[in-house]
């Protein structure tokens, strides 16, 4: 008998096809991501680099792209007339 996927893997299917195109996703995110802070910061004269903070710089890079898919996602269905 075949285990059913968990409610994480499923939805990592649904968005991404795969956990690896999911990994390579969130990495190129992460980088661009990096860019945008990248010149953020520097506007207000500070480092650049993230230093010993990974982490914390993975945490903000993915609560970023949760309000950018949560705001696209709202447009895209507000433009398409489907429900919220």
């Keep these: 008998m075949k285990d059913k996927p968990d409610i994480a893997e499923r939805f990592i299917?649904?968005?991404a096809g795969t956990k690896i195109k999911a990994a390579i996703s969130f990495i190129i995110w992460?980088?661009?991501y990096k860019?945008?802070?990248m010149n953020t910061l520097q506007w207000f004269?500070?480092?650049i680099f993230v230093d010993g903070n990974v982490l914390g710089f993975f945490i903000a890079s993915a609560f970023?792209?949760?309000m950018v898919v949560l705001v696209f996602g709202s447009l895209y269905k507000?433009?398409?007339g489907q429900k919220l």
């Design 30 to 32: 992460s980088i661009i």
């Design 45 to 47: 004269g500070k480092n």
């Design 13 to 15: 299917e649904k968005i």
């Design 78 to 80: 507000l433009m398409t």
């Design 64 to 66: 970023a792209l949760s």
């Design 35 to 37: 860019v945008i802070d």
